[in-house]
């Protein structure tokens, strides 16, 4: 079975001038604007770092759920944090960062250890990445 969605962008004018919007299917983003200056320059707005490292957080929450329900545990809370990091002049993403704290009655580290290496291996997003992947798990007590 294969499940597709969709996002899509605009564009107009050149790299530094130009702007562009990015939506996605479901709405949750609609016309969003984002450009080089939100991109490199720290203005307010989206650019596509931003919203690879939301995807895969949202991702890697879900998958950290679903490895922590199959070792017989279920979570209260899980949060997470993926920073994306670009290389400027290559124009390549280097690496995500995972940082995760969940809060998991009755697990203990070493299965909450194991659930989040086996969801930070098999999330669909982090699959998609050639760039290193690294992270770091807080099991709350």
Same mark, same amino acid.
Not at 17 to 22: D, E, R
Not at 64 to 81: H, V, Y
Not at 121 to 133: G, H, M, Q, V, W
């Given at each position: ?20 919007? =990015? ?14 200056? !939100?991109?490199?320059?720290? =203005?307010?707005? *989206? ?10 957080? %949202? ?20 949060? !997470?944090?993926?920073? =994306? *990091?670009?290389?400027?002049? %290559?124009?390549?993403? !280097? ?8 809060? =998991? ?37």
């Amino acid at each position: 079975m294969s499940i597709e969605k969709f996002g899509s962008a605009q564009w107009q004018g050149s790299v530094k001038q130009g702007k562009g919007s =990015v939506s996605t299917e479901s709405g949750a983003l609609s016309d969003q604007p984002y450009g080089f200056n !939100t991109r490199f320059e720290g =203005v307010a707005g *989206s650019n596509p770092e931003e919203l690879i490292g939301a995807a895969h957080a %949202s991702c890697f929450s879900m998958a950290l759920s679903l490895m922590l329900g199959e070792a017989g545990f279920e979570p209260e809370r899980i949060d !997470t944090r993926a920073t =994306v *990091s670009l290389d400027a002049d %290559s124009l390549t993403v !280097t690496r995500v960062h995972l940082v995760t704290a969940a809060r =998991v009655p009755g697990c203990d580290q070493a299965a909450f250890d194991e659930a989040a290496q086996g969801a930070k291996a098999n999330c669909p997003i982090s699959k998609l990445f050639t760039a290193e992947i690294t992270l770091d798990a807080t099991l709350e007590g």
